[in-house]
């Protein structure tokens, strides 16, 4: 299984940025996807994740209203939306898949660097 993350990238606070995720490798697609962050010194955070099959979505606090993870079954690929970006978004973000919905997340991409500038 192989998850590959990209999308990153250098943008202004208030702006946007879309993160794709593109899974390969899983013969089945009953799993979650999530999207978490680590800012430098900090530990890793969880940010969304959404149910591959359903679609159902949840959210940390921290982002919600302003970032919208979403996926596209045909191209085996997930998405981050995130619109109003702030400095305290910077960190390098990683997708991840959670095989059997129970929080342990079996496999991980490689991580893509947003920087956020006031």
């Known amino acids: 299984v192989q998850l590959q993350a990209c999308g990153g990238g250098l943008v202004q606070a208030g702006g946007s940025l879309r993160l794709s995720c593109v899974v390969s490798?899983?013969?089945?697609?009953?799993?979650?996807m999530g999207w978490f962050r680590q800012a430098a010194g900090k530990d890793r955070e969880f940010i969304a994740r959404?149910?591959?099959?359903?679609?159902?979505?949840y959210y940390a606090n921290s982002v919600k209203g302003r970032f919208t993870i979403a996926r596209d079954n045909a191209k085996n690929t997930g998405y981050l939306q995130m619109n109003s970006l702030k400095p305290e978004d910077t960190a390098v973000y990683y997708c991840?898949?959670?095989?059997?919905?129970?929080?342990?997340?079996?496999?991980w991409g490689q991580g893509t660097l947003v920087t956020v500038s006031s």
């Open positions: 959404i149910q591959w099959r359903g679609g159902g979505t």
């Open positions: 490798g899983l013969t089945f697609n009953n799993y979650y």
């Open positions: 991840a898949i959670d095989r059997l919905g129970d929080a342990h997340w079996d496999y």
